[in-house]
């Protein structure tokens, strides 16, 4: 409990500067009569909530330098602070996200693009997907279309991947994986009925959680080949490395318990 108090009133804090940091940027921009790239502002934002949230990140591989289509798994809403944090980015989300507290006001303020699930309107988030990337700006997607336990990774929906050809850029794969004490974690995965209101003190109220991130090399997209061979190449990436990072961090753990137990001897 005086955990998650203390978590809290720092989350508070750091939720109250990040407002006054909007609230500058909105008075600049009407001063200035010139819209303001809040992208890197959004970064630092999205690093200090992972940093209050209790999320010890790790981080493999390079992003990409110029706009790609970035394609992760998806295990919880904290998915959304963690890679805001790791570089420049917008992310398309359900429309949902938009309206919960605190992550949805920064998702917002970060510029995320929000669709409507089953509206029917993938063809109209494709192409401000596409108009996004051709603007110069990353766009992250998350093409299991749902939360995950994290010990796999889901089907992926190629309809939204198509935004990379048409805009002319390549795709990098992105794996996420959470882990306490080495293994797979069971308390971040926000799934089925799970309510952010509950979801977020109950993992406030526990010790830090890591989190690795693995950047995988950009591929772009043979328009010659069915997308669908591509989603899937990619989804096998992006599986595969999420199995490798529960293997480093089983064995990283393994081996503090051995040098704990010689130390001790």
Same mark, same amino acid.
């Given at each position: 409990?005086?955990?998650?108090?203390?978590?809290?009133?720092?989350?508070?804090?750091?939720?109250?500067?990040?407002?006054?940091?909007?609230?500058? #940027?909105?008075?600049?921009?009407?001063?200035?009569?010139?819209?303001?790239?809040?992208?890197?502002?959004?970064?630092? #934002?999205?690093?200090?909530?992972?940093? #209050?949230?209790?999320?010890?990140?790790?981080?493999?591989?390079?992003?990409?330098?110029?706009?790609?289509?970035?394609?992760?798994?998806?295990?919880?809403?904290?998915?959304? @602070?963690?890679?805001?944090g790791a570089t420049p980015l917008r992310f398309l989300s359900k429309a949902e996200v938009g309206r919960w507290p605190i992550i949805g006001w920064l998702a917002r303020q970060a510029g995320t693009l929000f669709i409507v699930r089953g509206s029917g309107r993938a063809r109209?988030?494709?192409?401000?997907?596409?108009?996004?990337?051709?603007?110069?700006?990353?766009?992250?997607?998350? @093409?299991?279309?749902?939360?995950?336990?994290?010990?796999?990774?889901?089907?992926?929906h190629s309809r939204l991947l198509q935004a990379a050809p048409d805009a002319g850029v390549a795709m990098q794969g992105i794996s996420i994986a959470y882990t306490r004490h080495g293994r797979p974690d069971h308390l971040a995965p926000f799934i089925g009925d799970d309510e952010?209101?509950?979801?977020? @003190?109950?993992?406030?109220?526990? @010790?830090?959680?890591?989190?690795?991130?693995?950047?995988?090399?950009?591929?772009?997209?043979?328009?010659?080949?069915?997308?669908?061979?591509?989603?899937?190449?990619?989804?096998?990436?992006?599986?595969?490395?999420?199995?490798?990072?529960?293997?480093?961090?089983?064995?990283?753990?393994?081996?503090?318990?051995?040098?704990?137990?010689?130390?001790?001897?």
């Open positions: 409990m005086i955990r998650l108090i203390l978590r809290l009133i720092l989350f508070s804090a750091f939720l109250l500067a990040t407002a006054l940091i909007a609230i500058t #940027c909105t008075i600049v921009e009407i001063v200035t009569r010139r819209a303001i790239d809040r992208t890197p502002v959004a970064r630092f #934002c999205f690093h200090g909530a992972s940093r #209050c949230l209790g999320l010890r990140v790790r981080q493999q591989g390079i992003p990409a330098s110029g706009p790609v289509l970035l394609v992760s798994n998806h295990i919880s809403w904290s998915d959304i @602070p963690v890679l805001g109209e988030a494709r192409q401000e997907i596409t108009s996004t990337l051709s603007g110069g700006q990353s766009v992250l997607i998350f @093409p299991e279309g749902t939360t995950s336990t994290g010990l796999s990774v889901l089907p992926f952010f209101q509950s979801h977020l @003190p109950r993992l406030l109220r526990h @010790p830090a959680v890591d989190v690795t991130i693995v950047f995988h090399p950009p591929i772009r997209v043979d328009t010659n080949r069915p997308l669908t061979e591509t989603t899937e190449q990619l989804r096998e990436t992006i599986a595969a490395g999420v199995e490798q990072i529960y293997r480093e961090r089983a064995m990283e753990e393994d081996q503090q318990g051995k040098e704990a137990v010689r130390q001790q001897a």
